[in-house]
């Protein structure tokens, strides 16, 4: 940056003012079905999502979803991103979801779905974002070390 000498305020009010950079603008990005797709992952599940405007359908591993998901409040979490973006029975999903549990792989559907509503509809992406969807939960589980019971923990002590 080049040396400049300023002599007053005004001079160093004009000197921070500089251009704002604008935001990056964000595409709509759709496969040659007029889908969009994303993967989401969540400990050892990895989820991959295609959406398309429908009625609301959500096919999992090729199962319903209320069977696949059968506790409400897994089904509350992959629903999650469709009620916070307003779209709920709008939006046909096609899930495929492997690796982990099933408290994994709903996390991972909603990492993948909300990734798939920015995809589609870019404008969303605030919104998923404050909610903290797109951000990929890192958590995982601890490997076992050697000389210890399980990650952390002792075996048992005996004095004899």
Partial sequence: ?????????????????????????????????????????????????????????ITVNGREFDTYFARPVLRMIVQQPLVVANRSGQYDLMVTVAGGGLSGQAGAVRHGLSKALTHYEPELRSALKKEG????????????????????????????
């Avoid at 300023?6 to 709509?28: C, N, R």
């Avoid at 050892?44 to 405007?53: E, M, N, S």
């Avoid at 951000?135 to 075996?155: H, I, L, N, Q």
């Fill in 133 to 160: 969807f797109l951000t990929r939960d890192s958590r995982v589980v601890e490997r076992k070390k050697y000389g210890r019971a399980k990650a952390r923990r002792s075996f048992q002590f005996s004095k004899r």
């Fill in 1 to 57: 940056m080049a040396e400049t000498t300023l002599s007053s305020l005004q001079d160093l009010k004009d000197a921070t003012t500089a251009p704002a950079e604008e935001a990056p603008k964000y595409e709509q990005k759709l496969d040659k079905q007029g889908r969009a797709y994303a993967t989401g992952k969540r400990k050892d599940a990895v989820a991959r999502v295609w959406i398309k405007p429908g009625s609301g359908k």
